[in-house]
Nanobody, 116 residues
């Protein structure tokens, strides 16, 4: 069955770094655009970063551009989110999403907490 399993979340001090990973299985990974979303308490889920099927194209929300980097390894069916210079406002549950027209898959989420 389809699975997206996130890992790498945790507690980090402001200014620190984390790398999130999302391992995919059960579908043709290279046929899907891959996204990272996040949801903070009391807020709507928001798109953080996106990478195209080949990895050639990426997009970021303004608040993370220049600090976060999304990448993928199609041979390993894994997508990554490198997060640098983390801020308290980055605190959220981060979700991996696989998307193509009329078809979406979601992971269970991983908590990222930025606090001193």
């Amino acid at each position: 069955q389809v699975q997206l399993v996130e890992s790498g979340g945790g507690l980090v001090q402001p200014g620190g770094s984390l790398r999130l990973s999302c391992a995919a299985s059960g579908f043709t990974f290279s046929s899907y655009g891959m996204n990272w979303y996040r949801q903070a308490p009391g807020k709507e889920r928001e798109l953080v970063a996106a990478v195209s099927r080949t990895g050639a194209s990426t997009n970021y929300r303004d608040s993370v551009r220049g600090r976060f980097t999304i990448s993928r390894d199609n041979a390993k069916a894994t997508v990554y989110l490198h997060m640098n210079r983390l801020k308290p406002e980055d605190t959220a549950v981060y979700y991996c999403n696989a998307h193509r027209t009329h078809d979406d898959h979601w992971g269970q989420g991983t908590q990222v907490t930025v606090s001193s």
